[in-house]
């Protein structure tokens, strides 16, 4: 069974960055895309950017200009640098990676963003 492994979460005051990763426990073979969701409390989990695999990228408006998504496609692990971050970022993060059949998804890692 592949795991999908975030890292990099934590407390960032506002305006700071932080850099998120997941790795995937296995190659994970024909992935057409990867990319992040973010939830919090009450709300459906958000799609927040999302790269395939040609390197086409899709970001939610509020976060444009200051996230970027990229990703190693060898190591099959995807990467979220989150730059300018404000308090409504904070959100647990999940990653994902997908195939024409499958999904994996990561175990969720929190981003809080506060002073």
């Known amino acids: 069974q592949v795991q999908l492994v975030e890292s990099g979460g934590g407390l960032v005051q506002p305006g700071g960055s932080l850099r998120l990763s997941c790795a995937a426990s296995?190659?994970?073979?024909?992935?057409?895309?990867m990319g992040w969701y973010r939830q919090t409390p009450g709300k459906q989990r958000e799609l927040v950017a999302r790269?395939?695999?040609?390197?086409?990228?899709d970001y939610v408006d509020s976060v444009k200009g200051r996230f970027t998504i990229s990703r190693d496609i060898a190591k099959s692990s995807v990467h979220l640098e989150m730059n300018s971050l404000k308090p409504e970022d904070t959100a647990v993060y999940y990653c994902?990676?997908?195939?024409?059949?499958?999904?994996?998804w990561g175990q969720g890692i929190q981003v809080t963003v506060s002073s």
């Open positions: 296995e190659k994970i073979s024909g992935v057409v895309a």
């Open positions: 790269i395939t695999r040609y390197g086409d990228t």
């Open positions: 994902y990676e997908s195939t024409h059949s499958d999904a994996y």
